[in-house]
């Protein structure tokens, strides 16, 4: 008997260990299996991002492990029956590493609303499904999952052995650039005496933000700019995506990009080029390269490329957040790190991340902006681009959004968020002063979804020093 106890108690704990790992696969994919090219897009994670990792696959799987104990040493069959479907409610974690793997995503959501009899069917099919088995066959899937669970297993060993591995490697590595620098400004003798703010609204489509407006959307702050600015109704973006747009923008040549070599650097080469040359971030001059050469201080705020790293050490200011990523940026905090891994594997984390984001911006981009030691301030904001994080009917930031024109609350988040930064130059006494460019990377992706129109047009507005009147430009042209 005592020896069928052992036995029993070592099954549940491998089993338990399974579940767990599996459970974090959405993490451990960046941080514990990430390969060269993924880290490029990753955070500076730290130490402490591998002690998370661990301290998380071992302390869960006790805890599941000791709370299964006690139910099989209590013997009581209801609740014998209720750990059953909680060790069964608990695969959610597994299916949303499958979800995200199969690209099951916001796509999917708007074509189910769009055919409904089939998300009735799909829903109803899995409903009596479910019913069925917790009712009649509980017990014989609770034993197939542990069965798979167990064969599964050496996978965590895996795990282990990879942060381990992390870990000695970041133990012996010079230190990571982290993804928010602070440096003193110091400006050059022959720094320029304008000061420029230029600001990228990631997926700001010109037709939905301006022209076109959504019925019951007010960008009162975007709307103000637009009549005092230089406006361009013509703007139009040879690029599809953010990959190949900034880049664009950066170098002021239009370049597509290649895949990454190592973790410092992409590649790239101009469209133009037959021959298709590469080159990377440094390689050739940038914006941000010429102002330093120049003189200037610059400040970098961006989202999805990792500025800090890329532009290290031509700013006085950076900070990047990675919006691709399943695990929040690194910290030298264990416990939060802990919080994060487990918010990374939730359903809902992407929207966690994008609320974080938001937060960031809101939070220190009028100081940035406001700051007149910095000749160049270049921010690249998550908004209005996805997860739809706003709430039009509560006015807050929400996690639950699933509408197809949920992405109209973030235009309102990216009209409130300029509203900050102006408001943050007018009491620095810098708005007249300063020119400001806006544009976006590319147009509205989905917008076709919402009305069956497409267009490559971008907002491209310029509010040059003292300019208090609206000029429109209808010329076709292509800003990078």
């Known amino acids: 008997m005592g020896t069928q106890y052992k036995n029993r108690a070592a099954y549940d704990l491998v089993v338990c260990f399974s579940l767990v790992n599996l459970s974090f696969l959405t993490v451990w994919r960046e941080l514990v299996f990430a390969n060269s090219s993924d880290l490029y897009w990753m955070p500076s994670y730290t130490l402490q991002s591998y002690y998370a990792v661990l301290l998380n696959l071992l302390g869960w799987t006790f805890i599941l492990w000791g709370c299964l104990w006690m139910i099989r040493k209590l013997g009581v069959h209801w609740l014998e029956q209720i750990s059953r479907m909680v060790f069964l409610g608990l695969l ?23 055919n409904a009899w089939i998300a009735v069917l799909i829903g109803t099919g899995i409903a009596l499904g479910a019913i069925y088995l917790l009712s009649f066959r509980l017990t014989l899937v609770t034993k197939l999952v542990a069965t798979a669970l167990l064969v599964l297993a050496p996978f965590g060993l895996i795990t282990v052995g990879n942060a381990t591995w992390q870990m000695v490697t970041l133990s012996n590595a010079e230190a990571n650039i982290p993804d928010e620098v602070q440096r003193k400004a110091v400006p050059g003798t022959t720094a320029p005496t304008q000061r420029v703010i230029w600001l990228i609204f990631d997926e700001l ?30 703007a139009e973006s040879r690029s599809k995506s953010t990959g190949e747009a900034i880049p664009s923008y950066l170098f002021g040549q239009y370049v597509k990009e290649s895949g990454t070599r190592r973790k410092e650097t992409l590649g790239f080469y101009l469209d133009a080029d037959k021959e298709k040359n590469l080159f990377s971030w440094t390689d050739k001059s940038t914006v941000i390269s010429e ?35 399943y695990a929040i940026q690194a910290t030298t905090s264990v416990v939060h790190e802990m919080v994060s891994h487990l918010t990374g594997i939730t359903p809902v984390f992407r929207r966690i991340n994008g609320v974080q984001t938001y937060k960031h911006f809101m939070e220190r981009a009028p100081h940035v902006v406001a700051n007149p030691t910095y000749d160049l301030v270049y921010i690249h904001a998550s908004v209005p681009h996805g997860p739809d994080i706003y709430d039009e009917r509560t006015q807050d930031l929400t996690l639950f959004n699933t509408s197809k024109t949920g992405c109209f609350g973030n235009l309102v988040l990216a009209d409130r ?11 620095a006494g810098l708005w007249d ?10 147009e509205w992706r989905f917008t076709e979804q919402y009305d069956g ?28």
């Open 417 to 427: 968020l300029f509203g900050e930064l102006r408001r943050a130059l007018e009491q």
């Open 453 to 480: 129109l497409r267009t490559r047009k971008l907002p491209f507005l310029v509010k040059m020093p003292g300019q208090n009147s609206l000029l429109e430009i209808d010329t076709p042209f292509a800003p990078m």
């Open 205 to 234: 489509a010109l037709r939905l933000a301006f022209l076109d407006r959504p019925p019951g959307i007010e960008l009162p702050e975007l709307q103000r700019f637009r009549n005092e600015s230089i406006f361009s109704n013509n």
């Open 291 to 325: 102002e330093k050469r120049l003189g200037a201080t610059t400040a970098i705020m961006g989202i999805y490329y990792p500025y800090c790293r890329v532009f290290y050490p031509d700013y006085s200011y950076c900070s990047w957040y990675g919006i691709n990523t």
């Open 92 to 114: 959610v974690f597994p299916l949303n590493f499958a979800r995200m793997a199969l690209h099951i995503d916001s796509s999917t959501i708007y074509s189910l609303q769009d």
């Open 433 to 442: 002063s300063t020119a400001i460019v806006l544009t976006a990377d590319h």
